[in-house]
């Protein structure tokens, strides 16, 4: 057997020791007789499952107890039409940043339902940074301020959190979940899809203040509503049993064998200054973010010339570094790094990288 080192930047690669724990348990989960893929959600056994998955949540991300932790579907892309449902009720105005195709893709959306606002961008840049805001920027009455926390496609991250005064601060963390530790008491809702950092797809989580459940839009499908899987512990339908079963596999990792989200940023800030490095000394390659505004999760870069980057991603493609071909916007190529990329990983991109750069300049 032989794996190659994958650099999607999603779905993307799960611990090699969750995949052999999870093929361990595939026909009979801890003596049920069953896989976890065929059981009831209604089973003592799933109920299990669910019920530590929901604590390791709690645990590894300290989420405050006025919080409930929803296990959802429909992707993070459903999110962008539930946010605003369910929390553009008092004055059907929200504020949302732009900072690449996932921010604007949700504004459009919630542009929808309500006056939904741009208040800043940065695509003026080829979203190679994130725009600065002050308080000033909000509109008062603005139900919540939404960021796009980590930019997937263009390789940025709020390293600081807007200050949106007492306006909750919605964000999208599908890209950077569980890779550092995140203050929750600082945003009114966060979500991620699950396929990035934590789990194949299927499953989206959230995270909300109880005080904004249960004020959603008439309009608001039942499945919609956040209150409707609140109110069910996340039971309301069958949720995506096996996918939330290999989430707490994952979480069970990042706690007892990574050491918890201080550990799991140690090791994604070594892995990422890696290549960062490298980036800022090569000759050939170079990033496409300011430095200030660098994703630790994805890692944009070009050569400058579209044709050496076609011979690079398909030189490292034979060499076993799979899926770092870059956004059809950005063009070049993208390393993602997410948790679950072993430092070898990164350590061995970098040689190949050296070894293409004395090859071809
Ligand atoms: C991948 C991604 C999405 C879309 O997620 P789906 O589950 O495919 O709907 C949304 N936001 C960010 C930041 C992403 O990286």
Known sequence: MSRVYNFSAGPSMLPESVLKKAAEEMLDYQGSGQSVMEMSHRSKVFDGIIKD????????????????????????SSQFTMVAQNLMNKNNKADYIITG????????????????????????KVFSYIPKTTRADFRDDADYVYI??????????????????????????????????????????????????????GLTIVIVREDLLGNAMDITPNMFNYKTHADADSLFNTPPCYTIYIAKLVMEWIKNDIGGLEKMQERNEKKAAILYDFLDNSKLFKGTVVKEDRSLMNVPFVTGDADLDAKFVKEATEAGFVNIKGHRTVGGMRASIYNAMPIEGVEKLVEFMKDFEAKNS
């Open 53 to 76: 998955a929901e604590k390791l949540v709690r645990e590894l991300m300290n989420v405050p107890d006025n919080y409930k932790v929803l296990f959802l579907q429909g992707g993070g």
């Open 101 to 124: 195709q996932w921010a604007k893709k949700a504004w459009k959306e919630a542009a929808r339902y309500g006056d939904a606002k741009a208040v800043a961008s940065s695509e003026d």
């Open 148 to 201: 796009c926390m980590n930019n997937t496609i263009y390789g940025t991250v709020y390293h600081e959190l807007p200050d949106t005064g007492d306006i909750p601060l919605v964000a999208d963390i599908s890209s950077c979940i569980m890779s550092t530790p995140l203050d929750i008491s600082k945003f009114g809702l966060v979500f991620a899809g699950a396929q990035k950092n934590l789990a194949p797809a």
